[in-house]
């Protein structure tokens, strides 16, 4: 049986942040939630994350986003409050009420880890289990180590002591293997000693790593890509392994027949998801829940986030979010897609038009300055230059219905609440503000005078 404790109840001071330092964004997720994900393999029967500093944001955050993922076969989050950070073994030592009795393995991670490798974890496990350890700890040999505890092994690979970095001395600093901070503890054993740490260290902080001095065998167990096991404690650590995470993302959709034209230039969410023969173009950002489908070209300078893309799309200089568009059409250069726009397959929408929660029909054209907001269109509607649909009458939002075939002249104004029938022309510089049936003609503007010969009187001396 095992259960598993993440770490996530420190502020994370160096980060110089109001928001906790788990829940930090990286590649559209938490750093918490990838933590959680990375254990997402093992055969797991408690899942309890230790939470402190703003703990109801965490709570929060975590539950939304196991809503998301609906990993529903795995045993619920339990949450367990450290009212004061007092270290890494004081955060553990809020378990022992939690897991009285409890006879299995503790797999425990720090909740700033967020690299980590699902086939790592079972690596470790692997070990700790073949050789009965007491406990078995994750470690790298880094070509910068400092920040990190240094593991202190003997010729047998047992581990003696880890000292924290500010609390090594010159000659032990010099050892550049160190505790990744991922943890793997025969419970029965840990739950005797944990009691007893002590706090004697120049932060006062009881340390979960002063335990593998008290127990035996302890086994350290080297990660083979060291990437994998950074910590983040700033800024700077954020940008590296955002880095490394966009790096490890774009060679795997490079491998799956996605095309990226100066991928440096690219950033792409790992909750995104391409079909072969997709090109992304220079400036683009993926995120969220969004996917596109074979042979669309997205790009350059666009931004898509939470949305569906079907095949063969083209979308240039444009931002999307929350929205669906079908195959074949042509989004951009310059549109804006947003709040549920649902369009066509065929359809284009280009040069300066916002849409908001409209659903256009196939084959529809609304190429220049329009805004259409809470629109329903039907199929082979032409929007002309400058429409707008008046949607909002400063208190309520009202819905703008066109019929297929329906053409509206430039410069209309469509007055919501408003229904256009099929077939309907619309005269340009219109203000729509009835209802029109199918198959007419409407003007709704003041008709052209011309007065011959009309001149400005000359003004009175
Ligand atoms: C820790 C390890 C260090 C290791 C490094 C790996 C200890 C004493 N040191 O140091 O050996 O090399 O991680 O990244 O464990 N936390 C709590 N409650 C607390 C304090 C911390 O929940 O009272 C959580 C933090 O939110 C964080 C994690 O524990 O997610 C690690 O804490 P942090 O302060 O970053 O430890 P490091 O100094 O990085
Ligand atoms: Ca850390």
């Known amino acids: 049986m095992i259960a598993i404790a993440i770490l996530a109840a420190g502020r ?49 955050s975590l539950i939304e986003a196991q809503e998301k993922t609906k990993d529903r076969e795995f045993p619920p989050l339990e949450f367990v409050e450290q009212t004061e950070q007092l270290g890494t073994g004081h955060a553990i030592q809020q378990l022992l009420p939690h897991l009285e009795g409890f006879q299995g393995d503790l797999l425990v991670l720090n909740g700033d880890v967020p690299l980590l490798r699902a086939e790592t974890i079972k690596q470790l496990m692997a070990v700790h289990k073949q050789h009965q350890n007491s406990a078995t700890i994750l470690t790298a040999n880094l070509p910068d180590p400092q920040g990190y505890g240094r593991v202190f092994t003997d010729s047998q690979n047992l581990v003696q002591q880890i000292i924290e970095d500010r609390d090594c001395t010159q000659a032990q600093k010099q050892n550049h293997r160190i505790n990744a901070g991922i943890y793997c503890f025969h419970w029965p054993d840990l739950e005797k000693i944990l009691p007893d740490l002590k706090a004697d260290n120049d932060q006062k902080e009881y340390y979960l790593t002063d335990t593998v001095s008290s127990l035996s065998p302890v086994m350290a167990v080297d990660v083979e890509d060291y990437q994998e096991i950074l910590g983040i404690n700033d800024r700077k650590h954020l940008a590296t392994t955002s880095d490394i995470l966009q790096t ?14 100066d991928p440096h230039s690219i950033t792409i969410d790992d909750t995104v998801e391409l079909q072969a ?9 993926l995120r969220g829940k969004t996917s596109i489908a074979s ?13 569906q893309i079907g095949e063969n799309v083209t979308v240039l200089y444009s931002v999307i979010s929350d929205s669906i568009v079908a195959e074949n059409s ?24 916002e849409l908001k929660n409209a659903q256009i029909g196939d084959r529809t054209n609304i190429a220049h300055l329009s805004y259409l907001g809470d629109a329903t269109l039907g199929e082979k509607v032409n929007i002309g230059a400058g429409t707008i649909t008046a949607n909002y009458d400063g208190k309520n939002k009202h819905k703008t219905q066109i019929g297929s075939g329906t053409k509206i002249g430039s ?23 009835e209802e029109v049936p199918n198959d007419c003609l409407v003007i709704a503007r003041s008709r052209q005078v011309v007065k011959p010969g009309w001149k400005l009187k000359e003004p009175e001396k």
Not at 277 to 285: F, K, L, R, S
Not at 330 to 353: D, S, T
Request: charge should be positive.
């Open 248 to 261: 490890r993302i774009k060679d795997k959709w490079l491998r799956a027949g996605v095309t990226l034209i």
């Open 295 to 307: 042979r669309s070209r997205i790009g350059p300078g666009s931004l898509i986030e939470n949305s």
């Open 277 to 285: 023969d997709v090109v992304i173009e220079p400036q683009t950002h």
């Open 12 to 60: 994370g001071t160096r980060m110089k942040s109001d928001l906790p330092k788990v829940l930090h964004e990286l590649g559209g997720r938490t750093l918490v939630e990838r933590v959680l994900q990375s254990c997402q393999e093992i055969e797991i029967s408690r899942r309890l994350v230790i939470v402190g500093y703003r703990s109801e944001l965490v709570k929060e």
């Open 330 to 353: 042509r989004i951009g250069p310059y549109a804006h897609l947003r709040g549920h726009a649902q369009i066509g397959a065929n359809c284009r929408v280009g040069n300066f038009v």
């Open 411 to 433: 410069n209309s104004v469509l007055v919501a609440p408003i229904t256009l029938g099929e077939n309907v022309t619309v005269a340009a510089g219109s203000v729509v503000t």
